[in-house]
């Protein structure tokens, strides 16, 4: 089991973080308008401390041997699923289009199991403080 290392190890990154503020902006969908499969919100503020813990979380899981994608960080909030051979709006991320959102503090990260089906559902696990 590598929870035990991945939790030592994502203490000091977050750690490392220092106090931020985001605020949700515009929106957009992954898969095409015909076939969305996700609606995500875009993040704005202090995105390049973001990216920095970002890279530091990912830093530390292939530190202890778990896949991380090799991709760019984009940072958004996933506030929906299109489920394939369900009726879908495609056109809903767009109209986020110019949406501003209030800016929060970010407090904590939170480490989540994901348990996928039909219903998903998400568990915490444990969190670390930010700043």
Same mark, same amino acid.
């Given at each position: ?8 190890? =994502?203490?000091?990154? %977050? ?14 969908? @992954? !898969?095409? &308008? ?21 890279? &530091? ?15 760019? @960080? ?5 506030? !929906? ?17 110019? /949406? &501003? ?8 990260? =939170?480490?989540?199991?994901? /348990?996928?089906?039909?219903?998903? &559902? ?7 403080? %930010?700043?």
């Amino acid at each position: 089991m590598r929870l035990t290392p991945l939790l030592d190890a =994502v203490g000091p990154a %977050v750690g490392a973080a220092p106090p931020m503020s985001l605020a949700m902006a515009e929106g957009g969908r @992954f !898969g095409s &308008r015909r076939r969305p499969t996700v609606c995500w919100v875009g993040v704005t503020g202090d995105v390049a401390p973001l990216t920095a813990l970002a890279d &530091r979380l990912a830093t530390a899981a292939r530190g202890v041997g778990l896949p991380v994608e090799d991709r760019p @960080f984009r940072p958004h909030l996933t506030v !929906g699923r299109w489920r394939r051979g369900q009726p879908a709006d495609g056109d809903l991320p767009d109209r986020l289009q110019g /949406h &501003r959102g209030p800016s929060w503090p970010v407090t904590e990260v =939170v480490l989540c199991r994901s /348990h996928l089906g039909p219903v998903p &559902r998400y568990e915490r696990v444990t969190a670390w403080p %930010v700043g």
